[in-house]
């Protein structure tokens, strides 16, 4: 396994450790290959080495790159990869970011090195593309892969070109992947983690709902909307207290004022970065999870995941992953608007009727009980790695 490792800030390195450590709870010997510094595991059939120590496949059942979008993480695994094709675990399903950070380069003077991001893009999506995103990025703000058209040219290509087999968490990413490599089978798995178990005690009516919002704080996050929506609710009496645990980014940094501006510091909790065993305590002590992100690059949320698995209702935007959720997760409309006027009607029913609250977390509960347990995620893992064990041969895009 080829993946970032805690203590790496990154949500893959998390979902990589429950993975690995389930995998050996099965059976599995399983040696990790990390850039990260102090990783480690006392599990009896984990071994894990510096990704510089990594030969290639031979010796080995499977080899499993956890891929994403973050050049810190998974840029090291690049090179690795396109010496030692592999099964690509995709949890970003547009790798714009990471193929920009390698070449584009607009500080230089050498004209080929600026052109380098270009020339390659064209080889994958043909001349128009390529003049298209240039001119793009010379005209508008901010650059392509920032932008809200990055689904459509996801450029992940360069990466699936050497994948053996691959292992997506969204009907989203197979269509996309199936757009660009039609013979490039992308199995679809729910993203599990251990020790995630929804409450089994009867959900009761409170005076006052507890909201949770969790994960970095970054803008398109939106958690501004909910601060509004909160406002606009208790203005109108309901009972809302609002917690909001992951550090802020800098163009986060005025929520708390934005909070004291529409009078309801008092009704908000800020807690900055929180560590693991704090944040899913918080998690587990909410009546309703929001997250919101949009425009959303087809990724899978973490928080969402757990929410799920621990029963707790949740509301999202109708985007992406998000939109493939099941039907008692409310899905929120991803205009700004639209999404703070929805999200005012959902807490005011839930305020309004003291029932609805209860009945809801135990439709959720419902779903947690038959779809969300981590040992038959596992099972359904090792299924797939063993689909993969007589790999098709590698594909160019179509």
């Known amino acids: 396994m080829i993946t970032p490792w805690p203590d790496e800030r990154t949500g893959i390195a998390d979902y ?12 599995v010997e399983v040696d990790v290959f990390t850039t990260c510094a102090n990783a480690t595991s006392d599990h009896a059939r984990i071994t894990v080495q510096d990704l510089d120590q990594f030969a290639g496949g031979d010796g ?11 050049s810190t993480f998974h840029g090291p695994q690049l090179p690795v990869l396109f010496q030692h094709p592999g099964v690509i675990h995709l949890h970003d399903p547009a790798l714009h970011h990471l193929m920009a950070f390698f070449l584009f ?33 010379e005209t508008r703000e901010p ?26 968490h969204s009907q989203f990413a197979q269509k996309s992947i199936a757009k660009r490599f039609p013979n490039l089978e992308a199995l679809k798995l729910a993203q599990l983690y251990r020790g995630m178990s929804a409450n089994h005690s009867n959900p009761t009516p409170q005076e006052t ?3 949770g919002i969790f994960g970095i704080v970054q803008p398109h996050k939106h958690v501004d909307t909910v601060l509004e929506a909160v406002s606009a609710c208790v203005a109108n009496g309901s009972k809302f207290h609002l917690h909001v645990g992951g550090a ?4 986060c940094q005025s929520l708390p004022e934005l909070a004291k ?27 309703v999870c929001i997250s919101l992100r949009f425009p959303t690059m087809g990724e899978t949320s973490a928080i969402v995941s757990r929410a799920l698995q621990l029963g707790l209702p949740i509301m999202v935007n109708d985007v ?22 929805s999200l005012i009607q959902e807490l005011s029913r839930l305020s309004e009727d003291q029932a609805l609250l209860p009945a809801w977390t135990q439709q959720c509960r419902d779903y947690a009980g038959t779809a969300c347990s981590f040992e038959q995620g596992i099972h359904d893992y090792l299924d797939v790695l063993s689909h993969f064990s007589a790999p098709l041969a590698l594909q160019k895009a179509g």
């Open 261 to 287: 501006t529409l009078g309801i510091q008092d009704n908000v909790t800020f807690y900055g970065r929180m560590e693991e065993e704090a944040f899913l305590d918080k998690m587990r002590n909410v009546d």
């Open 60 to 70: 080995y059942d499977q080899t499993v790159y956890q891929m994403g979008n973050c």
């Open 209 to 211: 709902i507890h909201i």
């Open 248 to 251: 802020l980014e800098e163009a």
């Open 16 to 27: 990589a450790y429950d993975l690995v450590h389930g995998l050996a709870d099965a059976g």
């Open 143 to 168: 650059y392509f892969w920032d932008g809200p058209y990055v689904n459509e040219i996801p450029f992940f290509d360069p990466v699936l070109s050497c994948a053996t087999g691959c292992i997506v």
């Open 105 to 137: 380069r607009n500080d230089v003077k050498d004209k080929s090195k600026v052109m380098a991001y270009y020339e390659v893009l064209q080889s994958w999506y043909g001349q128009a593309v390529a003049d298209w995103v240039l001119l793009y990025n």
């Open 320 to 341: 992406g992953w998000y939109a493939e959720l099941p039907e008692c997760v409310v899905k929120l409309p991803v205009n700004k608007d639209d999404m703070r006027t």
